[in-house]
């Protein structure tokens, strides 16, 4: 069972680059959500996705984009890079109550 | 928005013994939950809580909604090595797109 998977697992970047952290699940779920989690802190929801077609803001979203075209994908952009989203990424689907995670992006910008 | 204080930031205790931790919230929520991320994974859940005042156990883990819905606390017995990790909880809201708010997290060592 592959659950939620994320691609890559490291990453560097230069302040200014975009990359897309990738994001698929196979359990058919219609809720994804994605987080970053910074070293002490909690995890914060920049953004999610009730379903294929529809996104929306969580609480850090500014430097980032989202897109939902397909159940299965949920993909997170970075356009310009910034060393403030140094952080490691986890994105999750969520069935009920419960949410699946997948084992994190770790993104270093420099 | 909603924030959760989870306490204590970091536990060191011997194994066997019992651990106990919680966290509250400035607001109420409908569902608390409680998961543990080991390192270099994502967070898997625990517990989950969905009536005020209920206590759920899960072997040697017991978690309990506060008569509020304010608070939660998760308690540990018995502690063994692959206990180690960090703790988090989180409250969720019905009809928010089911979004979950995390705590800060708990990290726990348990010596030898």
């Known amino acids: 069972n592959a659950g939620v998977t994320q691609t890559p697992k490291f990453r560097i970047l230069k302040i200014g680059q975009s990359m897309t952290l990738q994001c698929t699940q196979d359990?058919?779920?219609?809720?994804m959500y994605w987080y970053r989690q910074d070293p002490g802190m909690g995890l914060k929801l920049i953004y999610y996705?009730?379903?294929?077609?529809?996104?929306d803001k969580g609480e850090v979203p500014n430097g980032y984009n989202v897109s939902r075209s397909t159940t299965e994908d949920f993909p997170l952009r970075l356009e310009l890079a910034a060393p403030s989203q140094t952080s490691v990424y986890f994105c999750a689907s969520m069935r009920d109550t419960e949410a699946f995670f997948g084992q994190g992006t770790r993104l270093t910008v420099v | 928005g909603q924030q959760l204080n989870q306490s204590p930031q970091s536990m060191f205790i011997q194994e066997g013994e019992d651990v106990s931790m919680n966290c509250t919230s400035s607001s109420i929520f409908n569902t608390w939950l409680w998961y543990k991320q080991d390192p270099g994974e994502g967070p898997v859940l625990l517990i989950a809580l969905y009536k005020a005042g209920e206590l759920t156990s899960n072997g040697r883990l017991t978690a309990q909604f506060g008569i509020t819905r304010k608070d939660s606390f998760l308690n540990i017995s018995a502690s063994i090595p692959s206990d180690v990790g960090i703790y988090f909880c989180a409250g969720q809201l019905s009809g928010s797109a089911r979004q979950l708010t995390f705590g800060s997290g708990t990290q726990l060592t348990v010596l030898p």
């Open positions: 359990m058919n779920h219609n809720y």
């Open positions: 996705s009730v379903g294929a077609g529809i996104t």
